[in-house]
């Protein structure tokens, strides 16, 4: 029988959060490093990375009654990240540093880590031995995959919308066979 209020899923488990936690704690160490503390760009990066992260928590959490409030969530967490990824190209940009081109040994690496990795400690080891030009490519890659993960989340969550409808339409359709069965009876 179809729930009212179902049990959710851990948001943890998602590969688009996994994977923006990773962003958020590779700009958290970006900036601590490499952003002067006074420069407002260190604040805002940081906001970024925590708002693509957090719009995800907050969009499951709101999933449960509200449909509308999940995907405008997680589209904001999109469009933070984009923010961000702005924000590490200017870095590359204005310090006159390469940004990995398209077929660069560098930047398919570094997809594939993307691909098969999700742990923060494991990208953490990495930037901790690099220089910030790196770090900032790696941040790049890894926030233009988060881009990909949560538009695919985005449709998955259209598909859904219109196959079973929001919050209200389930308030409906249960009430309405609630009545059919007592009818019944």
Same mark, same amino acid.
């Given at each position: ?63 449960? %009654?509200? !449909?509308?409030?999940? #995907?405008? &969530?997680?589209?904001? $967490?999109?469009?933070? *990240?984009?923010?961000? @990824? ?47 030009? %790196?770090? !900032?490519?790696?941040? #790049?890659? &890894?926030?233009?995959? $988060?881009?990909?993960? *949560?538009?695919?989340? @985005? ?31």
């Amino acid at each position: 029988m179809e729930e009212l209020i179902p049990q959710r899923g851990n948001y943890k488990k998602l590969i688009s959060y996994q994977k923006t936690d990773v962003i958020y704690c590779l700009t958290y160490y970006f900036v601590e490093h490499y952003i002067r503390y006074n420069d407002r760009t260190k604040d805002q990066m940081l906001q970024s990375a925590r708002s693509g992260k957090q719009n995800i928590i907050e969009g499951c959490a709101a999933s449960v %009654t509200s !449909a509308k409030t999940e #995907i405008r &969530l997680v589209n904001v $967490a999109k469009a933070s *990240l984009q923010e961000l @990824l702005e924000d590490y190209e200017d870095y590359l940009k204005t310090r006159n540093h390469r940004q990995w081109e398209e077929n660069s040994v560098e930047l398919q690496t570094m997809r594939r880590l993307g691909r098969n990795h999700n742990d923060v400690d494991f990208f953490m080891q990495i930037a901790q031995t690099r220089p910030p030009e %790196t770090i !900032a490519n790696m941040c #790049i890659v &890894l926030i233009k995959q $988060a881009d990909y993960l *949560l538009f695919r989340q @985005l449709k998955r969550l259209e598909k859904d919308f219109l196959n079973s409808g929001g919050f209200s339409e389930k308030m409906v359709r249960l009430r309405n066979n609630m009545r059919g069965r007592k009818n019944e009876g």
